[in-house]
């Protein structure tokens, strides 16, 4: 598996795609998507970019994480 970029050595992350119907490794950095037998096949367009960002804020939308408080038990050792 692709997890290492062998242009910048950084993290690749997997994405599947509807289109191609394969999972595609992304590098966040290089911005190069390659497939399982590690050859790349094409650049991010700045189209996906925009809908991952859009995807993002709409995902800070909707997440509601409620507070944890602290609570110390009473009568335990």
Not at 26 to 41: A, G, H, S
Not at 64 to 71: A, H, L, S, Y
């Amino acid at each position: 598996m692709p997890l290492f970029c062998k242009q910048c050595n950084s993290r690749r992350l997997p994405e599947h795609h509807e289109a191609e119907k394969q999972t595609m490794w992304l590098c966040k950095k290089c911005e190069n998507f390659v497939d399982m037998e590690d050859t790349i096949i094409r650049e991010q367009t700045d189209e996906e970019r925009q809908e991952v960002k859009r995807k993002l804020k709409e995902f800070e939308k909707t997440i509601n994480f409620q507070d944890e408080k602290m609570i110390r038990r009473k009568g335990v050792n």
